[in-house]
């Protein structure tokens, strides 16, 4: 326990230390003013040449780069996503579209660009390669387009954590997001935690084509799945609530209808999930938006425009007491928070809060007693447009009230009896109850405004069938600890408990609970009363000030604290030795620390600090004082490098700085330069390995090391030249039927210097084969979609890099499964079930159904003949009426188990109802039961069908 503690307690029998945590979400400007809880709207370019033609034939007035970006912006977007990498590989691999002079073309046009990698996991530092490159080109964020792929990595989250943490080591302030499936319940083994944690923003993409549901049914299911994951998180995952901006399906024939109703069920959500509702969205993608697609993209709006000032509303003072106030207010945008006050209204005093908020709090302290204030408030967005508010005022009180909490006010746990037989009482009645473990207990809980000393008083009803020893809990700012009073005397006023120091707000509170030894008597649970106690003088200085430089940007300060009396400690800064100081922040009661950050490089900074009450202020400490390290980082120095391979060179280096960012890896065909920037590694990183080389060419390489303030010099320079050769062919090709529509495949990757694999596809065995996608290095798997239910597809891969390509891997093939529909003629009935022809909303001729409930004896059920082993997603058909049970029970038995769903047979009738993807083994060991225990008057059994979705 501290030592300031034990000073301000009366009483100190120590129970323990409670700890008490809150969350406050906060949305800062990123680099290049991006709010990631407004991005508005965006688009994305899929291959950069076609967008720029017509827009895939859809615009005749695109005609290259800077129309396709002006008619972008025309359209209201804020920002364009375009492709950067195939995993570890730029995209297209013959050169990175996403360059330098397309990224000005689309900041001249108004528009902020993204990004973009469609991720694999399996080569971290070259998917960070890539991301560190496109910013580097001035891109204004990075988004990871991370799917199924990441579902079967081992260790998933630990390279999400390498991945996300390594790009954002080299931009730790600029824009990075993700964009996953939607449905966070059917992926459950995807990393969604770590990349909320690490990413600024969520960007799940809403396909409803693709899941074969209504855009409207799609902005309901995003707003279920979220708030599901939201809600699940624990305390230590809090930080992964992220802002969610969806992208919308702007392809497949798509409606104007469908887009409008996706825009106004977004935009217009009762249970939203992303924080402050949803202010962003983009389309995928560009070239396919037919005419009527962009009329509705472009007809709609979403987020708020920053161009123009904030609404600033409900300005009110809050909390007020003698000599402090709390100034509240909202606005319609993100911004920051200034409250101007002063005597008159010029003000003279302001207060500032630089976080980017909507919801406004700013505390004002070391006010006068009594005293009128005038004031107003400011907040300035992303853009640097400010608003300010009128004039309002408030008075400070003369005095600190009393607050008194009353049983009926107390959170009662446990059964207790409510008497008010004695005339003793405080208030109408009290609680009592008999002698137990401590489980049943009433909590009084204050909201302290005035954070100090308080004197805490229990009152009760005296009487001789009363406990001598009342146990009472008193949880005070930084501990807690235990009384007992003798409840058969002194009953009928305020009994002192003890003096306690208080923080401000709900932390604290008083419990009377039922462990008394005297188990025959009663304990009594009437009110509890904490009096304010002022301080009698000024607080004693601090001593022992000390200022550490721990960067070119920080110094931490530490002092001694000798008053028990103070309420928090006001730290004082100059630039020069004796002052004039000036104060840049006051802390808690009872801190003994700051750290200062935001400083200038190179720099000496004096401080004094002093310790503030509502009295007066102490002397101050002795002066302190540091000078911020170097602004440059010191240059690297032993480099090497080695070939590897025709396609890749290993650097390394020794790291000499203590404050850089990252290092610049620098390259050239000539010895002395000129250089190219290659990469930007992150802090502490001193290795890297270069796979963008070509075979039988010398290089030259220097490295050097960067932060805020600029360059470190060159490295000295090393060469290498690389060997020749193609890739070895990979192996061991197998191809699984993986849905209705799509085939996975996978091999083994037996070359290290592939630059990428080719897949070819024919329809007849032995080809010929048409290449159908070309996959980055140590890529392994590929999923064909879009494919034929029921046609056999012959499947070749082979490696490449400059040099050539490998020979193909053996053929595999395999031809994607036909969904499994059993009608209910086709079931097995146990019991006697009525066949029923009136619903139109039937599958098939007929259907079954039952009048009386069972046990669940009686059944239909229906096996389906599994060809392929795999994840099925079950459906169930029914027709609905007001007269059917509203838990129909359905019984899916799988390979591994079986589960139970019930079904509201008096909606969605006449359509296939999912009820979950379950693992089936091949054979018919397998079913679904549509059973009799249910309650209401009807069920029904109609149809059943499997479709595989692994």
Not at 201 to 206: G, K, L, N
Not at 268 to 290: C, E, F, I, K, V
Not at 880 to 905: I, M
Request: hydrophobic content about 35%; some cysteine; proline content about 4%.
């Amino acid at each position: 326990m501290n030592n300031s503690i034990l000073k301000r307690l009366s009483k100190s029998i120590a129970l323990g230390l409670v700890l008490c945590a809150s969350l406050t979400q906060t949305s800062k400007a990123l680099d290049n003013g991006i709010d990631p809880n407004n991005l508005q709207k965006g688009d994305w370019v899929y291959v950069l040449s076609t967008a720029a033609n017509q827009l895939g034939g859809n615009v005749p007035s695109v005609t290259n780069v800077a129309s396709l970006m002006s008619y972008e912006k025309s359209q209201g977007m804020y920002f364009i996503v375009i492709k950067s990498g195939e995993g570890s590989t730029n995209f297209p691999t013959a050169g990175q579209q996403l360059t330098t002079s397309v990224i000005n073309a689309a900041h001249t046009a108004g528009l902020k660009v993204f990004g973009y990698t469609r991720s694999y996991g399996v080569n971290i530092n070259g998917e960070i390669a890539i991301a560190t490159n496109i910013m580097n080109n001035g891109a204004d964020g990075y988004i990871i387009d991370a799917e199924i792929e990441w579902e079967t990595l081992s260790s998933n989250a630990t390279k999400a954590t390498n991945l996300l943490q390594g790009i954002k080591n080299v931009f730790p302030n600029r824009f990075l997001g993700h964009a996953p499936s939607m449905y966070i319940s059917l992926h459950s083994s995807f990393p969604y935690k770590t990349f909320g944690l690490l990413c600024d923003a969520v960007m799940p993409q809403a396909y409803w084509h693709e899941f074969g549901i209504s855009s409207t049914q799609c902005a309901a299911d995003l707003d279920t799945e979220w708030n599901n994951f939201y809600n699940g998180l624990s305390p230590a995952w809090s930080g992964a609530i992220k802002p969610i901006a969806p992208v919308g399906q702007g392809w497949n024939g798509v409606t104007t209808t469908e887009i409008d109703n996706f825009y106004d069920a977004v935009k217009n959500s009762a249970n939203p999930a992303s924080p402050g509702g949803y202010q962003g969205m983009s389309w995928w993608r560009s070239d396919l938006h037919t005419a009527t697609m962009w009329t509705a993209i472009g007809g709609n709006s979403i987020g708020i425009d920053t161009t123009i000032p904030p609404v600033i509303t409900a300005v009110d003072a809050i909390n007020i007491t003698s000599n402090s106030a709390k100034i509240t207010w909202t606005t319609d945008q993100s911004s920051d928070s200034v409250v101007n006050y002063g005597l008159t209204a010029s003000y003279g005093t302001s207060k500032t809060n630089v976080n980017s908020v909507t919801s406004h709090s700013v505390n004002l302290t070391g006010l006068s007693l009594g005293t009128t204030y005038h004031y107003r408030v400011k907040s300035k967005n992303i853009n640097d447009v400010t608003a300010t508010s009128g004039d309002f005022t408030f008075v400070t009180a003369t005095g600190i009230a009393d607050i008194t909490v009353d049983n009926p006010a107390a959170t009662v746990v446990g059964t207790w009896s409510t008497g008010s037989s004695a005339t003793d009482k405080f208030g109408a009645d009290y609680r009592f109850k008999s002698g137990g473990t401590g489980a049943a207990y009433l909590q009084y809980t204050p909201n302290i405004a005035t954070p100090g000393d308080y004197n805490v008083y229990s009152w009760y009803a005296a009487g001789g069938n009363r406990t001598v020893a009342a146990p009472y809990t008193i949880s005070y700012n930084g501990g807690s600890a235990g009384a007992t009073v003798n409840q058969q005397a002194t009953g009928g006023s305020w009994v002192l408990l003890g003096t306690f120091n208080f923080a401000s707000g709900t932390g604290g509170n008083v419990i009377v609970s039922d462990n008394f030894a005297d188990s025959a008597n009663v304990v009594i649970a009437d009110a509890i009363k904490f009096s304010f106690v002022s301080p009698g003088s000024a607080p004693a200085a601090p001593s022992g000030l000390t200022a550490t430089a721990i960067s070119s940007s920080q110094i931490n300060l530490s002092w001694t604290d000798n008053a028990n009396n103070e309420t928090g400690f006001t730290v004082s800064r100059g630039t020069n030795s004796g002052g004039p100081y000036t104060d840049i922040f006051t802390t808690a009661v009872n801190v003994t620390g700051y750290t200062n950050t935001g400083l200038a490089s190179s720099t000496t900074y004096y401080y004094v600090v002093r310790a503030v009450n509502g009295v007066g202020s102490s002397a101050l400490s002795a002066q302190a004082s540091a000078t911020t390290q170097s602004g440059l980082p010191l240059a690297p120095s032993g480099l090497s490098a080695t070939a590897i391979s025709s396609g890749q060179v290993d650097l390394s280096w020794a790291d000499n700085s203590s404050n850089e960012t990252g290092f610049i890896v620098r390259r050239s065909l000539t010895s002395g330069g000129p250089y190219t920037d290659i990469v930007t590694r992150g802090a502490n990183v001193t290795t890297y390995s270069d796979t963008s080389v070509g075979s039988v060419t010398t290089y030259y390489y220097v490295v050097r090391a960067t932060n805020s303030a600029g360059l470190s010099a060159n490295s000295a320079q090393v060469s290498v030249t690389t060997p020749s050769g193609a890739p070895v062919a990979p192996s061991g090709l197998v191809a699984t039927a993986w849905t209705s529509t799509s085939i996975r495949l996978s091999w083994t990757d037996n070359s290290n210097n592939e630059a990428n694999f080719i897949v070819g596809r024919g329809t007849a065995s032995g080809g010929p084969y048409s290449d159908i996608a070309i996959l980055g290095a140590n890529v392994t798997t590929y999923t064909n979609t879009g494919l034929t239910t029921g046609t056999t597809y012959y499947y070749v891969v082979r490696s490449s890099n400059g040099n050539g390509s490998s020979v193909n891997t053996a053929q595999a093939s395999a031809a994607p499964i036909a969904d499994i529909v059993i009608d209910n003629p086709a079931a097995t009935v146990t019991g006697t079930w009525t066949t029923g022809t009136a619903s139109t909303d039937k599958f098939g001729t007929d259907y079954r159904f039952l009048s009386a409930p069972g046990t669940g004896a009686n059944n239909l059920k229906y096996t389906p003949t599994i060809a392929v082993a795999g994840k099925y997603d079950i459906y169930e058909w029914h027709t609905q009426g007001a007269n059917r049970t509203t838990n129909a029970p359905v019984v899916v038995a799988f390979s591994g188990g079986s589960v139970t769903n019930r079904v509201n047979q008096q909606i969605n009738g006449g359509t296939w109802v999912l009820l979950g993807n379950y693992t089936f083994a091949t054979g018919t060991t397998g079913n679904v039961k549509i059973q009799d225990n249910y309650t209401g008057t009807v069920v029904i059994a109609d149809a059943v069908k499997f479709v595989l979705n692994n």
